[in-house]
Structures are given as structure tokens and as C-alpha cells.
């Protein structure tokens, strides 16, 4: 099947019949590993429960959404960049296709894009080395995808014994 990428920032602002069909897809497709993914899911949700709400995240934060031929969101990636002492971080917060796309190659579509166009305006910004990252939950079988995509554990982890940051380098900060 194929799929359309549109990119959204908060300069261009997806409507709120999309940002309500998105939120439908958190709602349907949003992972639980355990006791504490179910309580930061609530989290998750309330702040997308309403275009308004919404919005409020796409201040700092841009979103992807894969579109089928029918114009429907089946994906999404969202994503922001960070401003580290020694790096900057193309740091992807959510990874989301509908279960009924899963195994089509909506999350590659999306990531594809997200190498090509936007972590490319973030090597643009800056000096310092830029990696692309992601934080998934142990118990998450999309890790093995992330692999496929070239993601390694990252230096540094998180502390909740829960969660593996894994990164990929996209430039040596010598490239611009």
C-alpha cells in the first residue's frame, strides 16, 4: 500500500479533524508494558484529548503523519530537537501505526522521512555532532526494528530499568 508523509510544525499546524484522528490513534494503538506505561499513558492522552490540548505539544514538538490513499492517518512520529552540552538530539518521542497497517511498512515510510527531511534541518542548527534517538520501553518488540534501522544503545541510560535510549549518529558535527 501506499503511503503520503505530511509534516507538521509549529509553523504549519496540522486541523483539528487531524489532530482528533490522531489522538483516536493513541487511543486505539498506544502501548502498555506495565503498571507505570499505563499510568504515563493517561498522561499521554490528556494532553491530546482536544485539538487545543494538543497544540500545546506542537509548540515544541513536530509531528509526521502517514497518510493512506484514502487520506486517513494510519502513523505518526513525533519528534523535537535537543540541545545537549556535546550534542544535538533529533530525539523521536512517538512511533505510532494503527494496528490494522502494522507489518506494511507505515513506521519505515515514516522513519525514511524523518532521515530525509528532518534531521537534516537539524544538522543545519549546529556544530556539535547530531544523533538521531528514541526511548522505547524493554518489553517492546519495536526495538528490534529500531536495530534494523541502525539504532544502537545509547551511552547513556535511563535509570528505571525499564526504558533503553537507543541512538544513531547522523552527523560527526564536522558536516556543516
Known sequence: ??????????????????????YTLFQQNIPSFDKKSRLDNEHTLQSRMDPVAYRKILKDTSVLFALNTQEKIVGLLEWDSRDRADVFLAMM?????????RGNGVASVLHQH???ACVPSVI??????VYQ?????????????YR???????????NDG??????????????V
Open 93 to 101: 518521542t512517538w512511533i505510532m501505526v494503527a494496528n490494522t497497517e
Open 148 to 158: 534494523k534501522w541502525g539504532y544502537v544503545k545509547g551511552p547513556i541510560q535511563y
Open 124 to 129: 543545519q542548527q549546529t556544530r556539535k555532532p
Open 133 to 145: 534517538a528514541l526511548g522505547v520501553h524493554l518489553q517492546n518488540p519495536a526495538k528490534e526494528i
Open 1 to 22: 500500500m501506499n503511503y503520503r508523509v505530511q509534516e507538521f510544525t509549529s509553523d504549519q499546524q496540522p486541523s483539528d479533524e487531524m489532530l482528533r484522528d490522531a
Open 114 to 116: 524523518f532521515e530525509s
Open 162 to 175: 525499564r526504558r533503553l535510549f537507543m541512538v544513531k549518529q547522523a552527523s560527526t558535527g564536522t558536516d
